[in-house]
Structures are given as structure tokens and as C-alpha cells.
């Protein structure tokens, strides 16, 4: 069958002429380049095949060790929860880092090469650019999210481990918007900044901050407030819990731990000092035990803690970044 015959070809060139007539589609032909220039780049793949790597790793000792076989043979049932809890801790801090170093010469780079007055000399609109190297640097961001999921699932359905759909299909779109967020921050300080070794830089100590010290930033105020604002514990408990879901790295591994724990509620006030207390002070629910742990029964969660408003806390670090970078580079004097 020829390349013309083929029906996925021809269905991907159905869809990149549906998306060149679009009228909204003016930064199509950037994304498209940008695309094809950085998939080209050794430092890309050889970075994609170490996510890919560490990311089905789990499964992977999970069908060698027969982890599956074992749990039936006891009289109990394994899941891909269990992978899905293995692989956070891999994704959390390692996709970031990935995004970064795909996203942060998109814009800056050019510029120091110069080839970024050219492309402005074509019909092309600062915004535009900015947009197209978004969609394209992501498309480039989403190939190892997607390869890794699907060697995991190839791993998994053949194994004795029960896969458990519904959670792992939303894992897998949860981390692939945590992707293209990271993609996005790194791509608006590159829009923003000079050089690409201040992006890289800017861009590195802002994720090494988040991962390493935000995480003590709300229990910190919190304290602060406490002993100089005379503010309640429940008080502290709402500072400490709403600072530490605007961390877009906070924001994905609660989200996460939501879909394996089936309670929005156990995993938000696990961020808090005192999970005892923001239950029953701060959210006016009870402790009770079950086969699965202490749980808190009968709270409410207030909106500003619900699903809905952390994926709004993780879209920020999409949506401020890119918006910042298009306005630092339309007046930025190339």
C-alpha cells in the first residue's frame, strides 16, 4: 500500500488542511516547524527515553516479579492504582524538569541567533509566534507523557494486574496537562527574557523552588501569622492548605491522590500540618477509622479546596506565564 493509500497518512493530511483553511489556525504553520525542528533534536530523545524508561519502569518489575499472581494467590486483587502510586513520584518532579529544557529556548534562542527578525519579516504576528511555539513545543512535551502511558499499559493488560480504567485514563490526561503547564511557563519566560541561559536558569530555579522549598512556604506563613497576627488554627490551617495548592507540583499530586484515594477530602488536608484538626476544626467532619485508614467523615469541603478550583491553581501556571511573556515580548526591542 502506498504512502497515498495509507489511511492514518491520509487522515493526518485531512487534518493539517482542516487546520491550515481554519481562520483561527494563523499560527499553524509556526507550531507545525517548531515541531518538526526540535523532533529533530538528539538531547530531546535521549531525554524522552529516560522518562519513557523510568515511567513504565514500574509496571514493568510488576510483570517480571508476577506482583499480579502473587496478590491473586492470597486472595486479593492488584490493580493499576498501584502503578498509577508508583509512577507520581517519578512524574512529579521529572516531567517539569523535561518541559523546561524542551520549552525554554523557543523564543529566546532565535532571538540571540537572530532568525527570530526573520520569521518576524513573514505575516506573522508576535502573538502568533508565541502561540504556534506553545502548541508545537508541547506536541513535543506530550511524546514521551503518551509513549511512557501506553508501554505501561502494554506492560499491564497482559499481566495478572487488574487495570483500572476510568483512574488511569484521568491519570494519564491529569499528566499530560501537568506537562504542557510546565511547557508553557518555561515557553513565557523564554518570550520574556533576553537570553536562553537566563531562561534556563530563571526557568531551573523557579522548579527547584517549588519542589524543594514551597512546600514548607504555607506552614511557614502560616506560623508567621500565628505568632504575630494571633490568627486561629483554623485560620493557619486555611493558609497553610490554600498556599500550598497554588504550587502547580501540589496542585498535580493532589489532584492525583484524589483518583486513587476516591476522596478530594483525605488528600487535601494530608497537606496540612494537622490533618486531625483541619478535619474536624476546619472542615467540621470527624475521624473515623476504616479498612483503608483514618477517614474523615461528614466534612465539607469549601470550593476553594474542590477539584474544580486546584485545576483551575494548576491552568494558572499555563495561563500567567504565556499571558506575561506575550506582553514583556510585544514591547521587547529585538
Not at 91 to 113: C, F, H, T
Not at 186 to 206: D, N, P, V, Y
Not at 210 to 228: A, C, E, K, M, T
Request: with cysteine.
Amino acid at each position: 500500500m502506498s504512502a497515498g493509500e495509507n489511511p492514518v497518512t491520509r487522515l493526518l493530511g485531512d487534518v493539517d488542511t482542516s487546520i491550515k483553511n481554519s481562520e483561527f489556525a494563523d499560527w499553524y504553520p509556526v507550531s507545525k516547524k517548531e515541531f518538526r525542528d526540535t523532533v529533530r533534536s538528539p538531547w530531546i530523545w535521549l531525554l524522552s527515553f529516560i522518562f519513557i524508561v523510568l515511567f513504565a519502569l514500574p509496571a514493568m518489575l510488576g510483570l517480571y516479579f508476577n506482583i499480579g499472581q502473587q496478590f491473586a494467590d492470597a486472595g486479593a486483587s492488584l490493580t493499576s492504582d498501584a502503578y498509577v502510586q508508583f509512577a507520581l513520584p517519578i512524574a512529579a518532579p521529572l516531567l517539569p524538569a523535561v518541559a523546561i529544557v524542551i520549552g525554554y529556548a523557543a523564543i529566546a534562542r532565535e532571538s540571540e541567533r537572530g532568525s527570530l527578525k526573520i520569521l518576524l519579516s513573514l505575516p506573522y504576528t508576535r502573538g502568533e509566534i508565541l502561540a504556534g511555539k506553545f502548541v508545537g513545543r508541547s506536541a513535543i512535551t506530550l511524546i514521551p507523557v503518551t509513549v511512557g502511558l501506553l508501554t505501561a499499559l502494554l506492560v499491564l493488560v497482559p499481566s495478572q494486574i487488574e487495570v483500572a480504567w476510568e483512574t488511569y485514563l484521568l491519570f494519564a490526561l491529569a499528566t499530560m496537562a501537568y506537562g504542557v503547564v510546565f511547557t508553557a511557563f518555561a515557553i513565557g519566560l523564554s518570550a520574556a527574557l533576553k537570553t536562553a541561559r537566563r531562561t534556563m536558569a530563571a526557568s531551573l530555579g523557579i522548579y527547584v523552588y517549588l519542589q524543594v522549598f514551597w512546600s514548607n512556604l504555607g506552614p511557614g506563613l502560616g506560623r508567621l501569622l500565628s505568632d504575630h497576627a494571633n490568627i486561629s488554627q483554623v485560620t493557619r490551617l486555611h493558609v497553610e492548605l490554600f498556599v500550598s495548592l497554588l504550587s502547580p507540583i501540589t496542585a498535580y499530586q493532589t489532584l492525583v491522590q484524589e483518583l486513587l484515594q476516591d476522596s478530594a477530602i483525605r488528600s487535601r488536608i494530608l497537606l496540612t500540618s494537622s490533618p486531625q484538626a483541619a478535619c474536624e476544626e476546619m472542615l467540621g467532619g470527624t475521624i473515623e477509622m476504616t479498612q483503608t485508614g483514618p477517614q474523615c467523615a461528614e466534612a465539607a469541603l469549601p470550593p476553594q479546596y474542590g477539584t474544580v478550583a486546584v485545576v483551575g491553581y494548576l491552568l494558572l501556571w499555563l495561563v500567567v506565564p504565556l499571558v506575561a511573556g506575550y506582553f514583556t515580548f510585544e514591547g521587547k526591542d529585538l
